[in-house]
Nanobody, 126 residues
Framework: QLQLVESGGGLVQPGGSLRLSCAAS????????IGWFRQAPGKEREAISC????????YYGVPVKGRFTISRDNAKNTVYLQMNSLKPEDTAVYYC???????????????????WGQGTQVTVSS
């Protein structure tokens, strides 16, 4: 059974940092493009970053560019989202998702990803 599990969320003050993890079981992430998404209460889901399976393509959404960094550790079968300079408007449930599209070279913030985690809450507040 293919499963993604996010962790690392929590409460942080504005300007602080968090690192989210997306761990896979039942499959190896190095064959999949990974996307990170978030959804705040009352808002639509927003794509914020993606990384191709060969790490050759990385994209960031405008609201997080320059503050967030996506990376992967294939040995740990885990993808990370390092979030710095957090703002109250970053408060949301964060999800990771995987898809085998892209032939290893591509990812997209506009794809429909096939496999999703359950989400982890990030709250930025003083």
């Amino acid at each position: 059974q293919l499963q993604l599990v996010e962790s690392g969320g929590g409460l942080v003050q504005p300007g602080g940092s968090l690192r989210l993890s997306c761990a896979a079981s039942g499959f190896t992430l190095d064959s999949y493009a990974i996307g990170w998404f978030r959804q705040a209460p009352g808002k639509e889901r927003e794509a914020i970053s993606c990384i191709s399976s060969n790490n050759g393509t990385i994209y960031y959404g405008v609201p997080v560019k320059g503050r967030f960094t996506i990376s992967r550790d294939n040995a740990k079968n885990t993808v990370y989202l390092q979030m710095n300079s957090l703002k109250p408007e970053d408060t949301a449930v964060y999800y990771c998702a995987a898809d085998s599209k892209g032939s290893g070279w591509y990812c997209s913030l506009n794809w429909e990803y096939s496999y999703w985690g359950q989400g982890t809450q990030v709250t930025v507040s003083s």
